[in-house]
């Protein structure tokens, strides 16, 4: 059975930081593209970061470009958004998702873990 699990999220500051972790299960997850999404309220979720399967290329969002970093560590099996410089509009549930197909920044990856929620606050 797929699982992600995400940790790492809450309420900080903006200007702070935050690292977030997904833990995955239940198959080979170096055979996945892996990305980070998130969800405004009442919007789609759009793509904030997505990682290779075996993390040679990184894609971002612009408005998250040199302020958030996605790396993964396959024997681990997690993958990993250290966000620096954390803004109001930052704020939204994270959500970790694996792929086989495209690393695309689009909404249409396979698995999906359960999310978390950002909140920064001025």
């Known amino acids: 059975q797929v699982r992600l699990d995400e940790s790492g999220g809450g309420s900080v500051q903006a200007g702070g930081s935050l690292r977030l972790s997904c833990v995955a299960s239940?198959?080979?997850?170096?055979?996945?593209?892996a990305g980070w999404f998130r969800q405004f309220p009442g919007k789609e979720p759009q793509g904030v970061a997505t990682?290779?399967?075996?993390?040679?290329?990184?894609q971002y969002v612009d408005p998250v470009k040199g302020r958030f970093t996605i790396s993964r560590d396959n024997t681990a099996k997690t993958l990993t958004l250290e966000m620096n410089d954390l803004k109001p509009e930052d704020t939204a549930m994270y959500y970790c998702?694996?792929?086989?197909?495209?690393?695309?920044?689009?909404?249409?990856?396979?698995?999906w873990g359960q999310g978390i929620q950002v909140t920064v606050y001025y």
């Open positions: 990682i290779s399967a075996f993390g040679t290329m990184q």
């Open positions: 998702a694996v792929d086989k197909g495209s690393c695309r920044l689009a909404p249409d990856f396979e698995h």
């Open positions: 239940g198959f080979t997850f170096d055979y996945y593209c």
